[in-house]
């Protein structure tokens, strides 16, 4: 696997056109889609797979999905899932499975049931089964072929770095794009609900999603990756780009997240530093607190004040809201009562939205992947759920060096509960909890491969 990580600076100067070039002439979005993996196709055919090169275009595809999405190039909704999904199949092909990943065949399995519940269910309710089983099993399907292909597959710390790198560089130019889109915040701003405008006409949530996860990417490019005071201040205005708009989407779910999986990774790092190294922590926790306060207080004096209001779960009045998760304590409670009524078989997957629309006059998608499969796939939901919620955890006893674990589980866990799996971003970051983090190969020199936390 090259290392992209020499071509960095060039890599995302092209980044940045192709979002002004797709800003200017939207058509060629559809053409980006075209070429990411007819181009990636030809990169691991040519490569053979030999250093696992399908994880760095599966790795593209996610971070630009939302981008795609967002300007019309994607052909369908579940083209960027079935792509990924393309190219774990592709990986197997050449590299092979571990038989120890059974366990996602199983889950794999445990859907059927909820398959056959809604196809029997058609004969009640108009419901297109085509299109209601690709919507809400497209995600678990790509989360299981994702976590097959990469199940204990042994992967240097540099060449996972370059997987990360290579999500976030369509996430700098979503970024971008939304910048051009959307240069003056507060010309669109008319309350503190999630707003389209700031998040390039597209979904707020998937939109601050896939930021809150660049946000994340580009945190550790700055405290982890930058050797020199250029590429320091580099990644830092990247770091501060996506944080602001991510902040001005107005979709907290994205953000919080992001948060999450900084302070998650810095306690890690703290925890497994000496002395010494716990003792320069000390500028690094200062260094990011004064750089959100610093983003927090630009964001709140462009919004006027309404971003606060928004984290407070207040109106643009400044009245508290009666709900906290806008609207989607609703559908999780119908869910939950579904779940209670169909506490076997469930009612049938992608049946959930039809029956709250005719017995809770709810007209709305799930949001929570979780309450969704527990509702539509009952007890087999359960035994899904405990599989993905488990098996990580079972493999990182004999995998204490992979440094993004906990923070990679918790976007996984944190994002289905409140944008279910919309998007391929879920289902292949949770797939990496499941690598196997080498330090070095034979007759390498382990520093150059990993990150030593008492440098950092």
């Not at 196709?41 to 053979?48: I, L």
């Not at 930058?226 to 989407?249: D, E, H």
């Not at 107005?250 to 925890?271: N, Q």
């Amino acid at each position: 696997m090259k290392n992209i990580s020499r071509s960095y600076g060039f890599l995302i100067l092209i980044h940045g056109i192709i979002a002004l070039m797709i800003f200017i002439v939207p058509f060629l979005s559809k053409i980006y889609a075209l070429l990411i993996p007819i181009v990636g196709f030809y990169f691991v055919y040519k490569t053979k797979n030999k250093k696992n090169e399908v994880l760095l275009v599966a790795a593209y595809l996610v971070g630009v999905e939302v981008l795609l999405r967002m300007t019309g190039g994607n052909f369908n909704n579940e083209y960027v899932k079935f792509s990924v999904i393309f190219f774990m199949l592709l990986g197997m092909i050449y590299s092979n499975f571990s038989t120890n990943a059974f366990i996602y065949w199983f889950f794999l399995v445990l859907l059927i049931p909820g398959i056959l519940i809604t196809s029997i269910s058609t004969d009640y309710y108009n419901v297109d089964v085509k299109k209601s089983l690709f919507f809400n099993l497209s995600g678990p399907v790509c989360l299981a072929i994702c976590a097959i292909y990469m199940f204990q597959r042994k992967v240097l710390f540099s060449d996972l770095q370059n997987v990360v790198i290579a999500m976030g560089l369509p996430i700098f130019s979503t970024t971008v794009y939304l910048f051009l889109y959307n240069p003056n915040v507060r010309d669109v701003l008319t309350g503190t609900q999630s707003n389209f405008e700031t998040s390039g006409g597209f979904g707020p949530n998937q939109v601050s999603t896939v930021l809150g996860l660049g946000i994340f990417i580009f945190f550790t490019q700055l405290i982890l990756f930058s050797k020199s005071k250029f590429r320091m201040i580099l990644n830092g205005v990247f770091l501060v780009m996506i944080c602001y708009r991510a902040i001005v989407t107005f979709s907290r779910g994205g953000v919080i997240t992001a948060v999450v999986m900084i302070a998650c990774l810095l306690c890690l790092m703290f925890y497994f530093s000496n002395a010494k190294g716990r003792g320069k922590f000390a500028l690094v926790f200062i260094v990011t607190g004064l750089m959100g306060i610093g983003i927090w207080t630009y964001t709140s004096l462009e919004t006027g004040g309404l971003i606060n209001k928004r984290y407070a779960n207040q109106d643009a009045a400044g009245r508290l809201k009666k709900d906290r998760l806008g609207g989607r304590e609703e559908i999780m409670d119908s869910e939950l009562k579904l779940f209670l009524d169909n506490p076997i078989l469930g009612t049938g997957a992608g049946m959930g939205k039809e029956l709250r629309k005719q017995m809770f006059n709810i007209d709305a998608a799930s949001h929570n992947e979780i309450t969704r499969m527990l509702s539509e796939h009952g007890l087999f939901g359960i035994f899904g759920l405990l599989i993905l919620f488990v098996t990580p955890f079972v493999l990182y006893v004999n995998n204490w060096q992979h440094l993004y674990f906990f923070s990679f589980y918790l976007f996984w866990l944190l994002t289905i509960n409140h944008a279910a799996m919309r998007t391929a971003a879920p289902a292949f970051v949770y797939a990496l909890t499941l690598i196997n983090v080498i330090k070095f190969k034979s007759g390498n020199n382990a520093n150059e491969n990993t990150i030593d936390i008492n440098k950092v």
